[in-house]
């Protein structure tokens, strides 16, 4: 059994009565309180649960769209059935039992019998017009809380999900693990003051957890979830009863004036290893907003805005769906304004071999503290290890590498295929397990496919960049790729991406492997390990190499690609043309690097020190030298803005431990 608010009636007034029964039929039944007299129940509809081992409902509730209800099941699965409270619908239980024919909606007498389902047959049982099975695992879903236009899930897997109605589809946006260790979510709500609190239980406790300040408001020692419960909080006074040992139990606390003040918003608990600038937010009002993508040891990445004129980090939203650190970011496209704000697709990838791929929509919204609303959509994720979670005794079995990280990672731009049905977007990775692979993202049907791989290197790969070259309408598609002996490879990926398109097209999805082969070209580029790489393209067609190593050295080399003719075609060349290389260009690891013109370069260190260099006929010479305030630099990313005079100006942004713009 489970209560729900009427859809279109006043509080209080009529509740509807969901009741599981045999065969997975579920009764909607809408019971009226009739002071002096019993109440008055109505048989709305009927509707059947999908077959599973437990086949209860556990919640619901109706839509405020009118004319749907969603509930969770006991299998963990959120369904979504038509519903209509229009009277021919209805059929009054105690009007047809007494052989009454009077209307649904008149009463028909405090003599008639209360309640009766013999005839509960004159309404439809109707089907599921949407399912998503299991999506909080096989612990049950907990509630279901219609706000602010979204679905929102809590189950007995630690996690709630955001959904949204899309036709009649439900549509995962996205899913929270709140805090670590909370097992059993419970219930959400939603305060006046704009937080978040998550309802659930740890261990032998109830907790209440703050989405602000991302802490417990509460912990009472209760004896864990398996007991009738019910927490209540208004601005005077917070309670939560429950029953232990057959005893109603009750905590009372008065509201008192919280003295805690926040100087500065967090951004993340350990340090940045990772950071994108998506674009600028323009708000009436408000001054220029640049928003940023940042990814962290703590295991989240965090979009953030930041506010040329306060010089403040805002946090937008957090992205919790990884189990180990985030190391890499990647961006399908730059962010460009558009009708409805900033709008890309996220890659978000680090250790236990996890990636993560969003789309994130950014929009001026004046009524908000930050002045930007986000909205996330998750597409797809991908692990290495997934399939051997699913294998038996594997406890028997010696795992390989479980602890793979990836460590960067590139978008191979122009790939989108115009004669499939759909568009694949690839994306390249650098792996510590020595190898470098290709993945293939399929957004409409949020699917993220390992499609070809390579252990070349044989040693962590450190970094990679994808570039695409055309010429008189050939395109190649092509891949540099930098280890932690210095060396750094040159790869044609046009074929092994052509192959994986096809085999994806006709395997619908799934696909064994490729390999990439071997490399165009490697170049011992360094002593030791490469920790910053950057191309750009020159208006003569060739491009521009640049890295940066642990050593502390610059390294810079010319290169032109020959594409071969007739049946040679296949064969694509690379000549480097020059090769400039600045020893102790820095006094530590050089953990950024960018060409931003053909003779301008910018280097970023763990010294910090950012340093301005023109390349010249003679090599590197240093122009300025700016010292930055974060300490154990780990990346910068550079953006180029055109000043009100035509005047160009650039920017950049650095992580370690703590952000900073210049």
Known sequence: LGWAPCPGQPPGATTALLASGPDGEMLWLDVTHRPGQAPWVRLMGRYLLPPCKQRWHTCAAFLPQGGLLVCGDRRGSLLLFPC?????????????????????????????????LSHKGALPLEAPLSMLFGLHGKMGVTSVTCYGGYIYSTGRDGCFHQLRLQGQQLEVLRKHRPCKGLQW???????????????????????????????????????????????????SAEAFAFVKCGDVMLYHREAEPCEQQVLLESLHGREITCVRRLGVVEVPGHATLNIFVTGSEDTTACVLALSKRSRAAMPLTRLSDHISSVRALALASPAGPGDEGLCTLLFSAGGRAQIECYRLLCAGDPASESAVACQVIHVASHRLDKHWERKKNRHKLVKMDPETRYMSLSVVPGTSSEQLPAPWKFLAA????????????????????????????????????????????????????????????????TSPITDATDALHQAEGEIQPLALGTPLLTIMAHSCGVNSLHIRETPEGQYLVASGSDDGSIHICLLEVALGRGEAMAGTCLRVLERVARPCAHAAHVTGIRVLRPDLLLSASVDQRLTLWRRGPGGLDALSTTFFHVPDLAELDCWEVAEAGGELRYYCVLCGQGLEML
């Open 84 to 116: 209509s409270s229009s009277p021919g619908w209805a059929v009054e239980s105690a009007g047809i039992a007494d052989g009454s024919t009077s209307p649904v909606g008149e009463d028909t007498g405090s003599g008639s019998e209360p309640f009766c």
């Open 185 to 235: 979510i419970e219930e959400l709500r939603f305060t006046p003051d704009g937080d978040l609190l998550v309802l659930g239980f740890h261990a032998d406790n109830f907790v209440v957890w703050s989405s602000r300040t991302g802490e417990n408001l509460h912990c009472i020692p209760c004896g864990g979830g398996h007991r009738s419960w019910s927490y209540c909080s208004n601005a």
């Open 430 to 493: 650098a792996c510590s397990d020595g190898s470098v692979r290709v993945f293939g993202l399929l957004e409409a049907a949020r699917k993220l496919v390992l499609v070809a791989e390579s252990f070349h290197h044989q040693r962590c790969v450190l970094k990679v960049e994808a570039f695409l070259h055309t010429w008189a309408g050939e395109r190649r598609h092509l891949l540099c790729s930098a280890a932690t002996d210095g060396s750094v490879a040159f790869w044609d990926i």
